[in-house]
């Protein structure tokens, strides 16, 4: 038997390894062999225990049909399970992140969620929206919202005061964060348009080549159509906003950029705060206006690099994104394809299959602009 004494629970704020807890959906007696749980919320029963309660976690909804979260607690992030009928349906935490998309890129079955849990009511993106929240608090909050339990009980209320762990369910701190984010957003003259595309693919090297040291703004671009090969690839360089043929000879002479050397760099321009990537400040190596500020990035975004000395570009798994020294977000904007390159304010993208020496008929290379009509 697994046991549940709260013997790892350690005081907030304390270093400690992570603790554990399982909640089931229920408003049934879990069968003792299970352990002691306990109901803070109304159709919850909640324990504490150790790693081994992963393991309950699938026997006792193969056993009862109960969905269960199973919750691990390193007091840095959380991670959460749930199981249904004995197998994983889902697995999310706002620590699964992936430093070039700030998204929770770990996370998986998170659409699945409403429906398995009887929250017919509830979007499939609200759950991966609080995901992205800025700071560990916030996500728990709005995860205990969304689910209506108290997620991490601490050991003290638990003994003393089970009644300040009640939780219901409702959506007054989404909407309230969700309106936040949309706050931050100024309306501004920027506006990027897409004024080439291309059937192919672009690489920073030929096969073999150094990805890690490419040449600037140069590329081999190929596999417009079928029976392509790496033989028919051509160099070219991105300049003005086109894509220009250039010669063997040219192509190696353009100076070349540390791609390890460029992300240490941004790394270095950085702070880390809390819930990297979405909270940071700026180093005395950025451009003034940025320095020693602290900044929340919006949801999904990270630094890529500073277009000029007011504003900086940032960027996600679907776009970028421009804020200036204040925070405020200028714009947001889609991109089709991977972005590869940007020179002065032309952006080029190319297709997500591009690390295979291939023709793909969905891929294409594309040339964007972006444009502030004011000026």
């Given at each position: 038997m697994t046991?549940?004494?709260p013997?790892k629970i350690?005081?907030?704020?304390?270093?400690?390894?992570?603790d554990?807890?399982?909640?089931v959906?229920?408003t049934?007696?879990?069968p003792?062999?299970f352990?002691a749980f306990?109901s803070?919320?109304?159709?919850?029963q909640?324990a504490?225990g150790?790693?081994e309660s992963?393991?309950n976690?699938?026997?006792?909804?193969?056993?009862?049909?109960?969905p269960?979260?199973f919750?691990?607690?390193?007091?840095?992030t959380i991670?959460?399970t749930?199981?249904l009928?004995?197998?994983i349906?889902a697995?999310?935490?706002?620590g699964i992140m992936?430093f070039?998309?700030?998204?929770a890129l770990?996370?998986?079955g998170?659409?699945?969620?409403?429906?398995?849990?009887?929250?017919?009511?509830?979007?499939k993106?609200r759950l991966s929206?609080?995901l992205?929240?800025?700071?560990l608090?916030?996500?728990i909050?709005?995860l205990?919202?969304?689910?209506?339990?108290?997620?991490?009980p601490?050991?003290?209320?638990m003994?003393?005061?089970?009644?300040?762990l009640f939780?219901a369910?409702?959506e007054?701190?989404?909407?309230a964060?969700?309106?936040r984010?949309?706050?931050?957003t100024k309306k501004?003259d920027?506006r990027l348009?897409l004024?080439?595309?291309?059937?192919?693919?672009?690489f920073?090297?030929s096969?073999g080549?150094d990805?890690?040291?490419?040449?600037?703004h140069?590329?081999?671009y190929?596999y417009?159509?079928p029976?392509?090969?790496g033989?028919?690839m051509v160099?070219?360089?991105?300049?003005?906003?086109?894509?220009?043929?250039i010669?063997?000879?040219?192509?190696?002479?353009?100076p070349?950029?540390?791609?390890?050397?460029?992300f240490?760099?941004?790394?270095?321009?950085?702070?880390e705060?809390?819930?990297?990537?979405?909270?940071?400040?700026?180093?005395?190596?950025?451009?003034?206006p940025?320095?020693?500020?602290p900044?929340?990035l919006?949801?999904?975004y990270?630094?890529?690099?500073?277009l000029?000395e007011?504003?900086?570009l940032l960027e996600s798994?679907?776009?970028?994104?421009?804020?200036?020294?204040e925070?405020q977000?200028l714009?947001?904007?889609g991109?089709k394809g991977?972005l590869?390159?940007r020179?002065?304010?032309?952006?080029l993208t190319?297709g997500?299959t591009?690390?295979?020496?291939?023709y793909d008929?969905?891929?294409f290379?594309r040339?964007y602009?972006l444009?502030?009509?004011?000026?």
């Open positions: 046991t549940v004494t013997s350690t005081e907030k704020g304390s270093k400690h390894m992570s554990f807890y399982l909640h959906q229920s049934e007696a879990i003792p062999e352990g306990r803070f919320s109304p159709g919850w909640t504490v150790d790693d992963i393991k976690g699938r026997r006792i909804s193969k056993k009862t049909g109960f269960c979260l919750v691990s607690d390193n007091g840095d991670e959460i749930l199981y009928n004995g197998k349906v697995n999310f935490g706002p992936a070039l998309s700030g998204m770990g996370s998986k998170t659409t699945r969620v409403p429906e398995v849990m009887g929250f017919s009511e509830v979007g993106k929206t609080i992205t929240a800025p700071t608090k916030e996500v909050e709005m205990e919202e969304y689910f209506g339990v108290c997620l991490i601490s050991r003290k209320e003994e003393r005061n089970p009644e300040a939780r369910r409702g007054g701190k989404f909407r964060y969700c309106l984010e949309k706050e931050r501004s920027l348009k004024v080439r595309e291309m059937p192919g693919k672009l920073t090297a096969f080549g990805y890690l040291h490419p040449h600037r140069c590329f081999q190929g417009q159509k029976g392509d090969t033989k028919t160099s070219v360089i991105f300049e003005n906003g086109e894509l220009k043929p010669d063997e000879e040219r192509f190696q002479t353009e070349r950029k540390d791609i390890v050397g460029w240490n760099d941004m790394k270095e321009l950085v702070k705060k809390e819930n990297w990537p979405r909270c940071i400040s700026f180093t005395d190596r950025a451009p003034e940025f320095r020693n500020k900044y929340i919006p949801s999904g990270v630094v890529r690099e500073f000029d007011n504003r900086i798994r679907s776009g970028i994104a421009v804020m200036n020294a925070g977000i714009g947001k904007f991109l991977l590869y390159d020179n002065g304010m032309y952006f190319t997500a591009s690390w295979i020496y291939a008929p969905a891929s290379v040339i602009h444009t502030d009509e004011k000026k």
